[in-house]
């Protein structure tokens, strides 16, 4: 009968589907919502938080229906026995002063590798030297490392330019410490800009540069150049997301965004392509990146294939508090 034949649907285009490895959570992270979550299990809601916990909205709002509930300051917070949790970024020191003053159950969620940049820069203020900070202004991990200090101890480095604004008469007595999630490749060329113009200058012993953020940057090095496309699973305000997408674009990709989740995806871009890349920040789960993969897989004949350039074991106990043996 006439206009009783079903055309045939017309087969999916192949996508190829190249996904990095390692990407995601990384131990700092992993520990940060371990703690909110061990928290809310020990003492019930609410729960409060300083910040969010780690730059995703999705695990905000997961971690807020549990019971959470996230201020931008302590003076936002009643008088309470609750505990309070302060984020992976780490904060200055006045927020630790202002919680013992008010009496808080204060826990610290801050990554022990943040911690570390927080100990280097003490030890460079008590050894006479000036530090300058190589981060981005505004980053709550730069808030917390700059307060470390008194003022007038440490100054933040942005770029090249702010090398030369530095005061020659530094000399000898200046030391330089990072923001953890910044581009590696930024950083280097700020860190050699420093060391033209003050040879004396004193650097870590090990590069502050988490190890997370290196591995994913390295992966992201390794698919860009391979790919139509990449995407990168994360929040817009988090900072080595953010890096990953410089990072591919740097890499030789043409088109690279920077997605929350599968509703952002931008089919005039991703909508005619046969190679994709896949990454997440480090703050970014990976129920995420299947969603966006699943959301492929309903336009294209998706074929993936995982591109590993490191294996991570790192692992970060819980804050003494949390721990079900306070002495591990």
Known sequence: MKG?????????????????APRGFCAGVVR?????????????????????????????????????????????????????????????????EEAARRNF???????????????????????????ALIGHAGHPEVIGTMGQLPEGAITLVETIADVEKLDPALGANLAY??????????????????????????????????????????????????????????????SNSQRLREVA????CRVARLVLRAADIDWELFGNISSLGVTAGASAPEVLVEEIIDAFAE?????VESVSTADESVFFPLPRELRADPTE
């Open 4 to 20: 009783a034949v079903s055309q045939a649907r017309s087969p999916k285009p192949r996508l190829d589907v190249l996904i990095c």
């Open 32 to 96: 940060a919502i371990d703690a909110v979550e061990r928290a809310l299990a020990l003492y019930g809601p609410p729960v409060y938080v300083r910040h969010e916990i780690v730059h995703n909205k999705y695990v905000v709002e997961s971690l807020r229906r549990k019971g959470a509930v996230f201020v931008d300051e302590l003076s936002q917070i009643p008088d309470t026995t609750a505990p309070v949790i302060f984020s992976a970024h780490g904060v200055p020191r006045s927020v630790p």
């Open 105 to 131: 159950f204060a826990i610290d969620a801050t990554c022990p590798l943040v911690t570390k940049v927080h100990r280097e820069a003490e030890v460079h203020r008590r050894r006479g030297r000036h530090v």
């Open 177 to 238: 410490v990072t923001q953890t999630t910044l581009s590696v490749d930024d950083t280097r060329e700020i860190v050699e800009a420093l060391k033209r113009r003050f040879p004396n200058v004193v650097g870590p012993h090990r590069e502050d540069i988490c190890y997370a953020t290196t591995n994913r940057q390295e992966a992201v090095k390794r698919v860009a150049p391979q790919v139509e496309a990449m995407i990168v699973v994360g929040s817009p305000n988090s």
């Open 249 to 252: 674009e740097r890499a030789g």
């Open 299 to 303: 336009r294209y004949d998706v074929r």
